[in-house]
T-cell receptor, first 114, second 115 residues
Framework: AQSVTQLGSHVSVSEGALVLLRCNYS??????LFWYVQYPNQGLQLLLK??????LVKGINGFEAEFKKSETSFHLTKPSAHMSDAAEYFC????????????FGEGTQLTVNP | DTGVSQNPRHKITKRGQNVTFRCDPI?????LYWYRQTLGQGPEFLTY????????KSRLLSDRFSAERPKGSFSTLEIQRTEQGDSAMYLC?????????????FGPGTRLLVL
């Protein structure tokens, strides 16, 4: 079965600093990988996804992620944090052998300090 | 698109009562998903519909839970004889497009509190 591990349940950065949120996956078949963001009392919004095309994926709000098969990673980065980036971020995986479900990590709460 | 809508947004009930939640997907989306999210955790898959057919159910979906999607449009999730452990956010998502790679669009969720 596939799984996702997000290293660091809480990450704190200063406004303008680099954002790095870590995600490692486990899958015996090629994965499709997603990053979602959740603001308080709201549903999840897709930031970006990897679907086996380009390994460097650009998403909304200046975020990007790189799929590294050798490291089984899909870390999320943003060069310069903004106060509005404060939210919870979830990495998720989908594989063709386990139906249509998304399997999510436990999430990383991002705090941006002024 | 008006987005995925869910009703009610909040529900407080007493243990043992039945509750029903509704999800209206984005029009033309043929796939609909239910997830459950507890505090501090990521969403967990419950069940999935393609049109009106329920194609997958998680082991999390005990026999107290039932979901329907009549006519392939809106969906309902019913929990019978609620327990305190059912307290969670219930999220609905819909999608269309290339299977396994499509974006799932999430609703705002229904937060359930069982007293």
């Amino acid at each position: 079965a596939q799984s996702v591990t997000q290293l660091g349940s809480h990450v704190s950065v200063s406004e303008g600093a680099l954002v790095l949120l870590r995600c490692n996956y486990s899958s015996s078949v090629p994965p499709y990988l997603f990053w979602y963001v959740q603001y308080p009392n709201q549903g999840l919004q897709l930031l970006l996804k990897y679907t086996s095309a380009a390994t460097l994926v650009k998403g909304i709000n200046g975020f990007e992620a790189e799929f590294k098969k050798s490291e089984t990673s899909f870390h999320l980065t943003k060069p310069s944090a903004h106060m509005s980036d404060a939210a919870e971020y979830f990495c998720a995986v989908s594989v063709e052998t386990s139906g249509s479900r998304l399997t999510f990590g436990e999430g990383t709460q991002l705090t941006v300090n002024p | 698109d008006t987005g995925v809508s869910q009703n009610p947004r909040h529900k407080i009930t007493k243990r043992g009562q039945n509750v029903t939640f509704r999800c209206d997907p984005i029009s033309e989306h043929n796939r609909l998903y239910w997830y459950r999210q507890t505090l501090g955790q990521g969403p967990e898959f419950l069940t999935y519909f393609q049109n009106e057919a329920q194609l997958e159910k998680s082991r999390l979906l005990s026999d107290r839970f039932s979901a329907e999607r009549p006519k392939g449009s809106f969906s309902t999730l019913e929990i019978q004889r609620t327990e305190q452990g059912d307290s969670a956010m219930y999220l609905c998502a819909s999608s269309v497009g290339r299977h396994f790679q499509e974006t799932q669009y999430f609703g705002p969720g229904t937060r359930l509190l069982v007293l």
